[in-house]
């Protein structure tokens, strides 16, 4: 497995794993197929972009995607609405990387592709994005969690409302790595 740059060329591959990991059960099925499959090709062009810096992707070693992750440099700690333009919220002077996009591809090795990704975000956060800090939202992502409890991102007390679709709003949690602290220990 190694880290890749994303291209355009990509879409489709993000879409479908966007899909598989997401938008699999019911009434959600039904969305996607409806709408939000081109908003989602709307949002990753607009990230590829727009601000491909803080995107990268884990491949095999034929090529095939394994998981992505965009992050975009931020000054705040709030839950970004999942589709959005990168430059509503971006922040040149930012110290934060806020996780916009993360997918892994199901099977026995998504817990270490994740931990890869997550792990390729703190190199991405501090060398390309000057970030001394990592954001992340989470509603629903199990196994996003699991990696952010091992990996000691701290886990904010107060609940936040996430607008994780147009007008659907869940209950959330931000989680934040401080890159900086990690470096001095």
């Avoid at 992050?71 to 930012?94: E, R, V």
Wanted: charged content about 25%; proline content about 4%; overall charge negative.
């Amino acid at each position: 497995m190694k880290i890749t740059e994303l291209k355009i060329q990509n879409t489709e591959e993000l879409l479908e794993l966007e899909e598989q990991m997401y938008w699999q059960s019911g009434d959600w099925n039904k969305l996607w197929q409806d709408e939000a499959k081109k908003k989602f090709r709307v949002f990753i062009k607009d990230y590829l972009t727009k601000f491909p810096q803080g995107c990268f992707g884990l491949v095999d070693d034929n090529g095939n995607l394994l998981g992505t992750m965009f992050l975009l440099k931020t000054s705040k700690s709030i839950p970004i609405p999942y589709l959005h333009n990168p430059f509503d919220y971006y922040d040149n002077n930012g110290d934060k990387a806020y996780v916009s996009f993360f997918v892994v591809r199901e099977g026995k090795d998504q817990l270490d592709i994740a931990q890869k990704l997550y792990d390729e975000a703190e190199k991405v956060a501090l060398l390309k994005l000057r970030c001394g800090n990592i954001v992340v939202t989470i509603y629903s992502s199990p196994l996003e969690e699991q990696i952010l409890i091992s990996n000691n991102y701290e886990k904010q007390p107060q609940k936040y409302e996430w607008e994780i679709y147009p007008s659907i709003n869940v209950e959330s949690w931000i989680y934040i790595n401080s890159l900086l602290m990690k470096q001095a220990l």
